[in-house]
């Protein structure tokens, strides 16, 4: 597995446990990354997502509030809404990323660990979101 999607892959496993315990954003990280021996690369980008989109959370919930077409936030999976959250906030905020390779990472993340219809579900509202992002 490339850096950047083992990356993603831990910034969901972070997020998802912060979102179900409401634990702080750097106890979180430091217990994740205490236990397992990564590469700084992967932990600095991990890291960077996580701390990302959780600064910006009240805009990335409002931009899938606004684009999920009649699933609250609170109702999402919680797999789902973290992917959402970490992609968005890569897509808005990560200008260095093509936002259909966040799309592609989302959408990956979403087939190995979400419902079985997660990764149509991810797709719809991420393309939505980076065709309006695309065109401002």
Known sequence: ??????????????????????????????QYWHTRNRNPEVVDFANEIVKGTIEHLSEIDTTISQHSESWEISKMPIVDRNILRFAIYEILYMDDIPPK????????????????????????????????????
Do not use: C
Request: hydrophobic content about 40%; charged content about 25%; overall charge negative.
């Open 1 to 30: 597995m490339r850096k950047r999607s083992k990356a993603r892959e831990s910034a969901l496993q972070v997020l998802y446990q912060i979102d179900v315990t409401g634990d702080p954003v750097d106890a979180v990280l430091n």
């Open 101 to 136: 390779v966040t799309i592609d990472e989302a959408v990956d993340l979403a087939n190995d660990y979400g419902m079985p219809n997660s990764g149509k579900f991810i797709n719809g509202v991420l393309d939505k979101i980076m065709t309006l992002h695309i065109s401002q």
